[in-house]
T-cell receptor, first 113, second 114 residues
Framework: DGGITQSPKYLFRKEGQNVTLSCEQN?????MYWYRQDPGQGLRLIYY???????QKGDIAEGYSVSREKKESFPLTVTSAQKNPTAFYLC????????????FGPGTRLTVT | KQEVTQIPAALSVPEGENLVLNCSFT??????LQWFRQDPGKGLTSLLL?????REQTSGRLNASLDKSSGRSTLYIAASQPGDSATYLC?????????????FGKGTKLTVNP
């Protein structure tokens, strides 16, 4: 089955701790994305990557970091610098940048107390 | 800056009714428009993708239209069923600040009552 997997589904952390969210795809897509979703708001782009070893900041990159060492994987680290980290995080991928459909993973709900 | 608005924010209809969800966007220079479905606590499922050169797309009981010049799209759901209950999101792909980005509306929460 081809698709995007995110783990874990639920994540709980104490304030001040860094946490890494996993995103893996076996669709052979070049482009990958991280979005954040808060209640009553549209999805907002955190980071995106068009190719291995390259990534770009989205609209709300502060307090987050990413890496793209493999085509299949695009992990997101939520650092202690992120002021309001509690949210639903969604990973997506598309064949390439350029008007193609984006496919989404099941999401990770992060709660920081 | 591209902005996407979805009206209404919530909609409740009886089973069997045909319905229309609305989406508007401020910048008509788009690559495409996608309609997604999201169930509570779940990821997004792509329903329909309309390229900027197209006027509509159909999949089963769903029909999406695009009027790029007026900055509007509609999602028509025929013969609604309780299983259609979900939040429907509209998103447009366009160039923002030199980068290609998918900009989302806040969604319409649909409830279909048996």
């Amino acid at each position: 089955d081809g698709g995007i997997t995110q783990s874990p589904k639920y994540l709980f952390r104490k304030e001040g701790q860094n946490v890494t969210l996993s995103c893996e795809q076996n669709l052979n897509h070049d482009a990958m994305y991280w979005y954040r979703q808060d209640p009553g708001q549209g999805l907002r782009l955190i980071y995106y990557s068009q190719i291995v070893n390259d990534f770009q900041k989205g609209d709300i990159a502060e307090g987050y970091s990413v890496s793209r060492e493999k085509k299949e994987s695009f992990p997101l680290t939520v650092t202690s610098a992120q002021k309001n980290p509690t949210a639903f995080y969604l990973c997506a991928s598309s064949p390439i940048i350029g008007g193609y459909e984006q496919y989404f993973g099941p999401g990770t709900r992060l709660t920081v107390t | 800056k591209q902005e996407v608005t979805q009206i209404p924010a919530a909609l409740s209809v009886p089973e069997g009714e045909n319905l229309v969800l609305n989406c508007s966007f401020t910048d008509s220079a788009i690559y495409n428009l996608q309609w997604f479905r999201q169930d509570p606590g779940k990821g997004l499922t792509s329903l329909l993708l309309i390229q900027s050169s197209q006027r509509e797309q159909t999949s089963g009981r769903l029909n999406a239209s695009l009027d790029k010049s007026s900055g509007r799209s509609t999602l028509y759901i025929a013969a609604s069923q309780p299983g259609d209950s979900a939040t429907y999101l509209c998103a447009v792909l366009s160039t923002q600040g030199g980068s290609e980005k998918l900009v989302f509306g806040k969604g319409t929460k649909l409830t279909v009552n048996p």
